[in-house]
């Protein structure tokens, strides 16, 4: 397993933008595929995005499509989320999560393996 830690987040004015980051310890990184999820207060943990560890498969929530960007740079165990155009429905702890290459669902939490701690992220209208 791999040891995930979220940076990045914080305070924005609704249109702005944030960018976090996710770096993980091991070097298994590259093996594994990685998702950020995002959980508002009172609400269940909901998919945000999914790279794959080959960057072949980007995928994203239809709430975020075309706001926010995942990439990821294997070389620095690093994943970011880059988050445009943010609305005050954006509000939440923000999640990177590794998974493992097995088939399951990139869009289920439970199919992954190791969490960050989370980072606040809030939207003021």
């Known amino acids: 397993q791999v040891q995930l830690v979220e940076s990045g987040g914080g305070l924005v004015q609704a249109g702005g933008s944030l960018r976090l980051s996710c770096v993980a310890s091991?070097?298994?990184?590259?093996?594994?595929?990685m998702g950020w999820f995002r959980q508002a207060p009172g609400k269940e943990r909901e998919f945000v995005g999914f790279?794959?560890?080959?960057?072949?498969?980007?995928n994203y929530a239809d709430s975020v499509k075309g706001r926010f960007t995942i990439s990821r740079d294997n070389a620095k165990n690093t994943v970011y989320l880059q988050m445009n155009s943010l609305k005050p429905e954006d509000t939440a702890v923000y999640y990177c999560?590794?998974?493992?290459?097995?088939?399951?669902?990139?869009?289920?939490?439970?199919?992954?393996?190791?969490w960050g701690q989370g980072t606040q992220v809030t939207v003021s209208s």
């Open positions: 999560a590794a998974k493992a290459q097995d088939g399951s669902s990139w869009r289920s939490p439970v199919s992954f393996r190791s």
């Open positions: 091991g070097r298994t990184f590259s093996s594994y595929g």
């Open positions: 790279i794959s560890w080959s960057q072949s498969i980007l």
